[in-house]
Each structure stands twice: as C-alpha cells, then as structure tokens.
C-alpha cells in the first residue's frame, strides 16, 4: 500500500486540500497536495502518510469528515475541489464540534435576528471572514427544530451566485451554528432607506440579481416565504453583488405563517397569506413579496401601507395598487408590478413571465405620469372564509366578496 506520487503531473493538476486536526485548536492545519490520481479514500490516506511522514500504523486508525460532520467516501474524494478544508482525526477520534468552532475566531457581533444571533468570525488559518448564525434551540417544538436544520439543508443544495453560501453546520450544547459566506455590503434595507437616488439601471441590475436568485430557487422547487430587503444582501462595500439570505421559514407549515403575521413583517405578505387560514403554498408568494422589493426600490415606499396594521391589512387585501402621482413611470415596469400585485395567486404572473425581461429589456421613453383621481371609488371586501367556490370575477379574487352593506358605503363615499 505504498503511496508513490505521479511526479508526470504538471503543477496545475494538483491539488491544496486543506486538513484540520481533530482535537488541535492551533497551528494544526495540514496541506496536501494531491494529484488526479488519488481518486479513492484510501489512496488520500496513503498520500498524508506520504507526504507528512507518518508512522504506517496511522493508516488504520486515521478518519476524514467533511463540514457535515460524515466521514467522506470514495466519490467525496473524487470530486475534491482546490483549497477544500476537510477534517482529520490522525487517531481515530469522533468529529467534534468543537474542533470545528475553534478555528474560527469571533470578532463582532452583526444582528440579533427572529431566531438568535449573526456574528462575523474569521478562519483563524485562513483569515477568511465568515458569518456564523447562531440559534438557541432551547424551547423550539421538535417540528420547528426540524424547520431549523432544514435552513442549513437547503443552502447546501442551492448552490447559485445569488444565493449566500454556507460553509458548514452543526450543533453544540444547544446551539445550532450555520458557518456562511460573510456579506460585507449590509442589507438591501440600507440602500433603500439612504438618501442615494437608484438611477434605474442601478434598480435593474440589483433586482435582476434577486430575481435569477429567486429563479433558481423556485426552479429546484423551494419557496423562499420570507423576501424582504433586510433578507437580501450585498456581498461586496460597493453593493454591486447580491445575494439572498435566511431561508429559515423555507418550506415550512402554514402555521408558522401565522407568527410571522403577529411579528409584524406582514407588509410583504400576499393577500392570499393573510386572508386564508389553509391556502395552497404556491411559489407566488414570493413573487408578491418580490413585487414589493421592486416597488420599494422604484418609490422608496409601501404599495400598501396605511396608519395601523388594520389598514395595511385592508389594502392588501382588497385595494387596487396605485402608483405615486407626478413622477415619470416606465409603462413596462407598471405592467410588470400589476401583474406581481394580482390578488388572486392563480392570475398573478410566475417567475417566468416575459413582463420581467420586457422591463429589463426596455430602453424606450415609454412612460406614465398618475395623475390624482377624486371620483375613484373604492371598493371595500371581507375575506370570505368559509366559501371557497365564489364565482371567478375579473375584478375581485375569488376569495373575497362584496358584501351590500360595504357597497352600500362605498356609495356614498363619492358624495361626501
Ligand atoms: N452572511 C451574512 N453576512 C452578513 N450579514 C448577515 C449574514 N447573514 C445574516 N446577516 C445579518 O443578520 C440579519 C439576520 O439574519 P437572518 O438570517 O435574516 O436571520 P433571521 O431569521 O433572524 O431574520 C440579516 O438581516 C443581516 O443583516
Ligand atoms: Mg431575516
């Protein structure tokens, strides 16, 4: 079983695996180079002994794990990638998840979040900066642990250049810890709530990136549930790469919809979320909740908002979308918002919908001015809760209906 390295290779086909010593908390990286041929765990254990001059005996009792905390195999070996860091137990011992979280170094506090806390930390080897989220799982129903861990298990399989990375994941005395790319740039948040004017290529380009990142998630047939600009961050201090974050609500049960309601965050929530107790989770959701991104990032306000929740409440559900009057508006991002903002989930335009390119594609003078209207009526409608088979009506989702005492008031309203 001796190793003999192909010394045929040309630099280039080798490889610098990362290794960190089980147990060690400093100085305890080990780099291999490694060439094609080592395709097999055994033959990656043959090379370390090679190459780091280990007794023979090492062979035995020697364990490699990746970020996961598994012991890799053959096809992990494989497809090793350049610079990778793996984790190595020279003697046998178990992963431990504090081996792990002592590479990296603490440096700052970032936010306290819905589920606990997000710290920047640095690789103490590498000096590469990190996010870690760190969430106290002390209280939480086994089926919402459940929904936790999945957070980590879905970043894991959307690997895209708009959705933020994780490193690894584990849990340690109560805690769980997601490792992920560190975002430098702050939230989304911040851009829109400075004074800076977004020209409308600037408003192109970062919703352009959201969107391929929603695509692709909607693509591998997960909904985000959750977009909003403080989940949406920039990777670099010049804000021109983005990524989207905190896929902690991803795919979860209806009922946890429900707290998000009460927290508040409700301002992004489609009409069909906040006014049915069992709907169909359907990937337009986000679609809702990205047609409120755009709108913020154009007007720098709500479409709907009002003086209380109640309010907000009301116009989502029931009030046509209007645009801020006395500003130039591109025709095609009007449409492009109508058809985000429909209020029935069937009718409303998926992510594929050719209004999205038409916008991003348009360089014409084509634009509106909304001008005030005193006469227009509004219409006013409860939910119905309990028929769900209401006649389709091209004004109205479905789900709602007039009632004669609301059209009795609305009526009136004109002539006050
Ligand atoms: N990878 C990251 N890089 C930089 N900041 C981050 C990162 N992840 C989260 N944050 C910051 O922490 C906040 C909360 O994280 P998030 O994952 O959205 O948790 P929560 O479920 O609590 O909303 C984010 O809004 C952002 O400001
Ligand atoms: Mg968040």
Not at 127 to 151: A, C, M, P, Q
Not at 247 to 267: D, L, M, P, Q
């Amino acid at each position: 079983m001796e190793f003999i390295p192909d010394t045929k290779n040309t630099p280039e086909e080798y490889k610098k695996i990362l290794f960190w010593q089980n147990g060690k908390t400093e100085k305890s990286i080990i780099e291999i180079l490694i060439t094609k041929e080592i395709n097999t765990y055994k033959k990656l254990k043959e090379a370390i002994i090679y190459e780091k001059n280990l007794p023979k005996s090492t062979y035995e009792k020697m364990k490699i794990y990746n970020n996961l905390q598994i012991e890799i195999d053959d096809t992990d070996v494989d497809n090793l990638k350049p610079k990778e860091m793996l984790y190595i137990s020279l003697d046998g011992s178990k992963f431990t998840e504090l081996n792990y979280i002592n590479q990296y170094e603490i440096l700052e506090f970032i936010k306290s979040g819905g589920y606990g806390e997000v710290l920047l930390a640095k690789n103490k080897i590498t000096n590469k900066k990190v996010s870690i989220k760190k969430i106290d799982l002390n209280g939480f129903s086994t089926e919402e642990l459940y929904s936790i861990s999945r957070e980590a298990l879905y970043l894991s399989s959307l690997q895209h250049k708009n959705i933020i990375k994780i490193y690894g994941s584990f849990a340690y005395k109560n805690y769980l810890y997601n490792v992920m790319e560190y975002a430098e740039g702050g939230e989304l948040t911040q851009l829109i709530r400075s004074n800076e004017e977004l020209s409308e290529n600037r408003i192109k380009d970062i919703f352009k990136q959201i969107y391929e990142g929603v695509q692709f998630i909607h693509e591998n047939e997960v909904i985000h549930r959750d977009l909003k600009p403080n989940n949406i961050l920039f990777l670099d201090k010049e804000k021109t790469q983005v990524v989207i974050i905190d896929f902690g609500i991803s795919g979860i049960s209806n009922c946890y919809i429900k707290e998000v309601i009460k927290a508040g965050t409700f301002k992004f929530l489609s009409p069909e979320i906040l006014f049915r107790e069992n709907f169909d989770s359907s990937p337009k959701i986000d679609i809702w909740a990205l047609g409120v991104i755009l709108y913020l990032m154009n007007f720098k306000q709500y479409p709907f908002d009002g003086e209380n929740d109640k309010e907000i409440y009301e116009k989502i559900g029931n009030e046509d979308l209007e645009f801020p009057y006395g500003i130039k508006i591109k025709k095609s991002l009007i449409n492009l918002l109508k058809g985000m903002f429909e209020k029935n989930p069937k009718r409303r335009i998926d992510i594929n919908d050719k209004l999205f390119d038409i916008w991003f594609n348009d360089n014409s003078d084509n634009y509106k001015v909304f001008v005030k209207d005193k006469k227009k009526r509004k219409f006013r409608a409860i939910p119905d809760r309990n028929n769900n088979n209401v006649e389709e009506n091209e004004e109205i989702p479905h789900y709602y209906r007039l009632t004669k005492s609301t059209r009795a008031k609305n009526n009136n309203k004109g002539k006050i």
